[in-house]
């Protein structure tokens, strides 16, 4: 099966605005991928002025801020490191039952990377869910609006990337399969590890980019 990828490009940006961004962009994926019955919401981001649209589908929120809160927690623990969340969909196909064990095939044909580029060094944090903004001073408060417009301006590049492959990039879509709820295909969700090292990220990186399938019991 034709696995296509999308390397979305990489943001700068600092802890507090982690949540936001990952929210607009992981919505805005799944929501032009949803093929099933969706009610549209409109939200506007609280740090830019951007809007973007979800699913309506509160199941598919909760899990999506989950995993944010797993990716908030893992940059805590791992400062000054660029890091990667990959969002991927898949078939899943049984394959025939051997003396051992039932397998499953998952067959990936999209996914998406998400490259992040966190500043560390502006945070004060003693928890993963409250972390607070140092004041820079009035003499780099220039500079960090500064550097929120830019922010804001990539983040948009980032969602006409989105569009511009989903409009693009069609005929790699499997049938829609017999699935409720607004996201038609099964996915996941991916976050570094607390194990990763920059080599293994490399290594699987590569091998989710092949889209061979991975064997679950």
């Known amino acids: ?73 893992w940059v805590e623990k791992h400062p000054n490191k660029k890091s990667q969340i990959c969002l991927s969909f898949y078939e899943v196909k049984n394959k025939q039952a051997s003396w051992f064990s039932n397998k499953i095939e998952r067959l990936y044909w999209e996914q998406w990377y998400i490259n992040l580029n966190v500043a560390q060094h502006k945070v004060h944090s003693s928890k993963c869910h409250h972390p607070k903004v140092v004041d820079p001073g009035e003499g780099a408060l220039e500079d960090r609006n500064a550097r929120s417009a830019a922010l804001e301006a990539s983040l948009r590049e980032v969602l006409f990337q989105i569009i511009k492959f989903v409009n693009e990039k069609k005929d790699h879509v499997p049938p829609i399969p017999n699935l409720e709820g607004a996201v038609s295909f099964p996915y996941e969700i991916t976050i570094p590890s607390s194990s990763d090292s920059a080599f293994g990220m490399d290594m699987i990186k590569r091998m989710l980019q092949t889209g061979h399938p991975t064997m679950l019991s």
């Open 1 to 73: 099966m034709n696995c296509e990828v999308c390397q979305l490009k990489e943001l700068e940006l600092e802890h507090f605005e982690i949540r936001e961004v990952l929210r607009c962009i992981l919505h805005t994926i799944v929501f032009h991928r949803a093929l099933g019955l969706v009610r549209p919401k409109d939200v506007d981001l609280e740090l830019f002025d951007v809007t973007y649209v979800q699913c309506g589908e509160a199941e598919l929120e909760k899990k999506i801020d989950e995993k944010i809160e797993q990716f908030v927690c």
